[in-house]
């Protein structure tokens, strides 16, 4: 199930009010650590030691926290709210670096992977850094409304767009979206308000990476409130083991997972919950000696950890996540009575609700009777591919497997594995039941973090060889031609497949690289992927045709016809 590991210190602080954000840097194992009130430092996550510090003056304090700026490979601080300092690694000296000097005041600096950063201004106009330098003169327009300034802004991506998330001084939230220069290009906004004597103690923003993002906000009176874009309530769960009458930080692991820190609710020390939006509740905590006011709260997600103050150390607290599925919330050590039978209770009426007939029937009555018990006593799916399996590939009853695979879900991770080389043992044949008891495998969902130990563990060099291969005839075969009455897994399975095998099990094939068949098959596999993101690029780009002629409208006419021109000069 999703839970922390055993936190470690990284670096030490001058105190929690002094620290001023934490950033990722151009790689993925260092960050940016910015100390107030003018002290800056790169810092190694794997080794704890700091790479390169820089600081300021004393009256040049940093006002916000330093980002890495990709476009023009340089690091971007703000200093005293009016003024940016660019500068690269080689740099020893801040003082020495040129200070750019705005006229409207600077709240922050957002950076953006593969893009230019985008610098927030106190009264919510933005803008990307490029523009913003040659146009720093210039007095920014006023997106809030007279009096109202930014306290959080948060900076995300849907689609292909690129949406700003402000929380201002009036309790009020703006979604704006920003065009490709940065500048705002319409907002939505709403009011968070809860009752007279409700407050917010935290928020956070969580994105699901497919065409929505939505706020949540913990409440004073214990109500976590996730909210749309027009301010309507989406879902409402209620959080308990946390004190509620101190400020609490809150951060999105993923779409259906976040994390919470603040003072433990008996107000000696600190707690760090991790919390299931899909579920509503707590599935992991972590109890801290000593809370930190104000909390600061990071993650990064690249790295799967969480980063806060505990006293005067910046600590990191690795995390694991897993799907959201109930057979994860089960106590794996719990085991049930196989002898006893659920109750069904009828309300209103005496007659009982009928049982669902037993589906798993095989050819050994010892099996079979086994299904039966295990069915009328509700185990759950985990006990039953227990106790059934083993009986089943000792009997290589294929499918008597596909018949339990397809009639039972949520496979767990160490059995998925574990069949996956059993299939592959022998030949594979199309149309065999070994090929269909593999594509069934191949099509349920999984944690790839919990199957990429078990795959290293139980699939040989040779069953991966074997697999790849039955993979890419798989991709080759597949076409993207979808059809929801087949087991086959589809085009995006595949690739999820073949990437997860190839992390598994890079050593030995590294190894195997001097055979040619290995050769081969790599380059089929980087060819047939190749070919496949090329389709789609094209058919993303022909998407806005479809679109006018399912509109049945006719495209846009090029009117420029003179793309050149020729003078002639007669001379005398």
């Not at 020893?92 to 600077?106: A, G, Q, R």
């Not at 969902?445 to 563990?457: E, F, K, T």
Request: charged share 20%; glycine share 6%.
């Amino acid at each position: 199930m999703a839970t922390f590991k055993p936190h470690y210190t990284l670096c030490p602080l001058l105190g929690a009010q002094n620290l001023v954000g934490v950033s990722a840097d151009k790689e993925e194992s260092m960050i940016l650590v910015t100390l107030g009130p003018n002290i800056i430092v790169k810092q190694k996550l794997s080794d704890q030691k700091p790479l390169k510090s820089w600081s300021t003056r004393q009256s040049n304090q940093i006002t916000s926290k330093s980002v890495y700026n990709g476009i023009n490979d340089k690091y971007v601080c703000v200093l005293n709210r009016k003024h940016i300092c660019m500068w690269n690694e080689e740099e020893s000296n801040l003082e020495d670096v040129k200070k750019h000097t705005f006229t409207t005041n600077i709240h922050t600096i957002h950076s953006s992977p593969g893009k230019s950063s985008i610098i927030v201004y106190d009264n919510g106009y933005s803008e990307s850094l490029e523009v913003g330098l040659t146009k720093r003169k210039d007095v920014k327009p006023n997106l809030l409304e007279q009096g109202e300034t930014v306290s959080k802004s948060y900076l995300e991506r849907v689609k292909d767009q690129t949406v700003l998330i402000l929380f201002t001084s009036k309790n009020k939230v703006y979604y704006v979206r920003l065009t490709g220069d940065g500048s705002p290009d319409g907002n939505l906004n709403f009011s968070l308000t809860k009752g007279a004597n409700c407050k917010n103690v935290g928020m956070a923003v969580v994105n699901d990476n497919a065409n929505i993002v939505t706020i949540l906000v913990l409440w004073s009176d214990g109500e976590l409130v996730q909210y749309s874009e027009q301010g309507a309530i989406m879902l409402t769960s209620n959080l308990s083991g946390i004190c509620l009458t101190s400020p609490v930080a809150m951060v999105m692991l993923d779409s259906t997972h976040i994390a919470i820190y603040g003072a433990d609710v008996s107000e000696e020390g600190a707690v760090l919950l991790l919390f299931d939006l899909k579920f509503g509740m707590s599935v992991s905590n972590r109890k801290l000696k000593f809370f930190c006011d104000p909390p600061h709260l990071y993650c990064l997600p690249s790295n799967n950890v969480l980063l806060l103050c505990i006293v005067q150390n910046l600590v990191v607290v690795p995390y694991v996540l897993q799907p959201s599925l109930l057979w994860n919330l089960i106590d794996s050590k719990q085991v049930r009575d196989s002898s006893a039978k659920p109750e069904v209770v009828a309300w209103g009426g005496s007659s009982e609700k009928p049982s669902i007939p037993n589906p798993l029937i095989f050819r050994q009555i010892e099996t079979s009777k086994l299904s039966n018990s295990l069915w009328e006593s509700n185990a759950c799916s985990g006990r039953i591919f227990d106790e059934l399996l083993p009986s089943l590939k000792e009997d290589k009853d294929i499918d008597g497997i596909c018949l339990l695979l397809s009639s039972v879900k949520d496979l767990p991770e160490k059995w998925q594995a574990d069949l996956l080389n059993f299939s592959l043992e022998e030949t594979i044949s199309e149309g065999d039941s070994r090929s269909k008891m593999l594509e069934i495998l191949l099509s349920i969902s999984y944690s790839d973090v919990v199957l990429l130990n078990h795959i290293r563990r139980k699939l040989t060099t040779k069953s991966t060889i074997k697999l790849l291969e039955y993979l890419a005839q798989l991709l080759e075969d597949c076409k993207f031609t979808g059809d929801s009455r087949t087991s086959k897994p589809d085009f995006s399975q595949l690739v999820d497949w073949i990437s997860l095998i190839l992390d598994a099990h890079h050593h030995e094939l590294l190894i195997a690289g001097t055979d040619n068949q290995v050769k081969q098959l790599i380059k089929k596999l980087g060819q047939l992927v190749g070919e496949s993101y090329e389709f789609l690029d094209s058919l993303g780009q022909s998407e806005p045709l479809i679109t006018l002629l399912e509109q049945k409208r006719s495209p846009p006419e090029n009117r420029r016809k003179d793309w050149y021109a020729i003078e002639v000069v007669r001379l005398l």
